[in-house]
């Protein structure tokens, strides 16, 4: 290892958008710890400027995209950089834009390592174009997966010497999250980008589930409003399933607003069946404010949620089983508290941007 600082050029997406990959990604910025062991040179992969804009052509994207080449090109050149550190996708017309980047860093002779905070290669790996194109993107490549889980999606294209695990991590923040439940009704919390594959819908099902049932709830949903789903749509959802009275949209929340819903609420509930989930960051903002969570096997997540210990994991599109998850805690004080404990503890001893930033830094000084 060298004894001088590793000089680091950093191609990776921030808000905005606001999305998992970009807030790791502002935090990797911000970091100190990071940016005094390493000679960080920072360039936004980004090229979408809201949610709305991610997957759709657009003259303007294909502009920002000539001159980030540029930008690269240059920075390789003036830099010359003993790593470059890219946080590519995984499938689709995004990943041939970033098939482009990662043949340039190549041509150019850099070592690079990719940070994957989403899947789907194995999805596309059997279409003769994109099976093509993977095996010289993956080439002479490193890849950061965030968990162990995740590995079959490259399997085919990568060997297990050359993969390494790091798990997501967030910044602690003084919570003072209420030990017991002061809510008289219990609050459940939907907290997610609009997308039909988070499972807000599914949700919404389940919670008509409980609501004939009887059980009394007040379920808060947060989210930027999508493409697929905006706040009419949903509205109309809500009211179609008479859940006017329990169920309430608040639009976007960040920072202290949305503390302030995380802190009241008893439960987390995130049913998503998105393919491209590999490690929530929201499920460790849940377990930081001490919530058991709901949720389902997608992805990295059993690494997260441990089934019976800080929540439950439930059926993907299966209201019925999201419901009697969603029920077992509702009647059940006692054991949604406990769960809640074991999901700080395990936040605590697993998840914090401190061992984040530890494991990456080692990963971007061993990377040969």
């Avoid at 499972?199 to 947060?222: P, T, W």
């Avoid at 009419?232 to 959802?237: A, Q, S, T, W």
């Amino acid at each position: 290892m060298k004894t001088m600082k590793y000089t680091i050029l950093l191609i990776l997406h921030m808000p905005p958008p606001v999305h998992g990959a970009a807030m790791v990604g502002q935090y990797i910025y911000d970091s100190e710890l990071i940016n005094s062991e390493c000679d960080c040179h920072y360039i936004n992969l980004a090229t979408a400027l809201g949610l709305e804009d991610i997957g759709k052509f657009k003259l303007k994207k294909v502009l920002s995209f000539w001159n980030l080449l540029k930008r690269i090109h240059h920075s390789i050149k003036e830099l010359k950089p003993d790593v470059v550190y890219i946080t590519p996708n995984a499938k689709g017309a995004p990943f041939y834009k970033d098939f482009i980047v990662v043949m340039l860093l190549k041509r150019m002779g850099c070592k690079v390592v990719a940070h994957y905070h989403n899947k789907g290669v194995s999805s596309r790996q059997e279409n003769l174009l994109d099976n093509l194109l993977y095996r010289h993107f993956f080439r002479n490549l490193k890849v950061i997966l965030l968990s162990e889980r995740l590995y079959p999606d490259i399997q085919k294209y990568v060997k297990r010497e050359n993969v390494y695990v790091c798990p997501n991590g967030i910044p602690e923040r003084s919570t003072e999250r209420k030990r017991e439940s002061q809510n008289k009704i219990p609050h459940i919390l939907f907290l997610s980008n609009l997308l039909i594959e988070k499972g807000a819908l599914v949700l919404l099902d389940a919670l008509r589930i409980l609501k004939e049932k009887g059980f009394s709830f007040i379920c808060d949903m947060v989210g930027g409003e999508t493409a697929e789903i905006d706040a009419k749509c949903l509205n109309d959802e809500i009211r179609g399933r008479g859940l006017q009275t329990v169920v309430l949209y608040h639009g976007k929340r960040y920072g202290a607003e949305k503390d302030i819903l995380l802190k009241d609420a008893d439960m987390f509930v995130f049913p998503t069946f998105y393919n491209n989930e590999c490690f929530p960051l929201v499920l460790l903002e849940a377990m930081q404010h001490c919530l058991p969570i709901i949720t389902t096997n997608e992805g990295g997540i059993p690494d997260i949620v441990k089934d019976g210990e800080n929540g439950l994991n439930c059926d993907k599109k299966n209201s019925e089983d999201l419901a009697n998850a969603i029920e077992k805690l509702l009647k059940d004080n006692s054991l949604c508290r406990r769960m809640g404990q074991n999901a700080y503890q395990r936040y605590r001893d697993y998840f914090t941007l401190q061992s984040f930033e530890k494991k990456l830094v080692h990963i971007l000084q061993s990377v040969d």
